[in-house]
């Protein structure tokens, strides 16, 4: 078995990072990644993907990228779950990104 993702998208909101407990980096950025294809409508749709990056993926990140940039990520699925105060169980699925390209021109 094999769990590996692919995408290129544009951020949605500028990163930032925080601090976990035990001092370990942690940022979650939205991906905007257009479908392929158009809708019956004529327009290309768009998936929000949530993303995590760990440590100095990070900090690279938060350093170099905005908003609306456009990034490459390799990654895989994780699906997490928990329960509410009424005993629903709530399920996301997120991206664990393990590399991170910048796309975007900065222009020098």
Same mark, same amino acid.
């Given at each position: 078995?094999?769990?590996?993702?692919?995408? +290129?998208?544009?951020?949605?909101? &500028?990163? *930032? !990072?925080?601090? !976990? *407990?035990?001092?370990?980096?942690?940022?979650?950025? !939205?991906?905007?990644?257009?479908?392929?294809?158009?809708?019956?409508?004529?327009?290309?749709?768009?998936?929000? +993907?949530?993303?995590?990056?760990? &440590?100095?993926?990070?900090? $690279?990140?938060?350093?170099?990228?905005?908003?609306? &940039?456009?990034?490459?990520?390799?990654?895989?699925? $994780?699906?997490?779950?928990?329960?509410? *105060?009424?005993?629903?169980?709530?399920?996301?699925?997120? +991206?664990?990104? *393990?590399?991170?390209?910048?796309?975007?021109?900065?222009?020098?």
């Amino acid at each position: 078995m094999y769990n590996l993702v692919y995408l +290129i998208g544009r951020l949605t909101k &500028d990163p *930032e !990072t925080t601090t !976990t *407990e035990n001092g370990k980096k942690v940022m979650s950025v !939205t991906l905007a990644v257009q479908r392929s294809y158009k809708n019956s409508e004529g327009i290309y749709e768009t998936d929000f +993907i949530k993303c995590v990056l760990w &440590d100095g993926i990070a900090t $690279r990140t938060a350093e170099y990228c905005k908003k609306g &940039d456009l990034l490459a990520i390799r990654g895989q699925v $994780r699906t997490t779950s928990y329960v509410k *105060e009424n005993d629903e169980k709530i399920y996301q699925t997120e +991206i664990v990104v *393990e590399k991170v390209s910048f796309l975007s021109n900065k222009g020098k």
